[in-house]
């Protein structure tokens, strides 16, 4: 399992595409992949960070739609933009 599947499916969604639309300044700024082997409970999120608002907004990818969630709060750290080529095989883990 690639990680690259997931940046297809979230930038395909109408839900990011209208997020990008509001939010062009918002860039990668973290994933979060939680590998289940036992239960095969799997977590995949994608976080943009918004520089306007000091806010993260993460896209979770598990489901068959794309979910959006939004930070309540930002604290004082900026993190840095991730280039999006990233090249991880997930199953090599295991």
Known sequence: MKIQPYFEKL???S????FKEKNPKAY???GFFVIDFETNKNIHQIDYYNP???KITTFIL???EV???E???ANNLIPRQINQKINIDL???K
């Open 52 to 54: 306007d608002t000091s």
């Open 15 to 18: 839900i990011f595409q209208k």
């Open 71 to 73: 930070s309540e709060s």
């Open 62 to 64: 598990d489901g068959a």
């Open 28 to 30: 990668l700024a973290a």
């Open 91 to 93: 199953d090599i883990l």
């Open 67 to 69: 979910e959006e969630k």
């Open 11 to 13: 930038n395909t969604s």
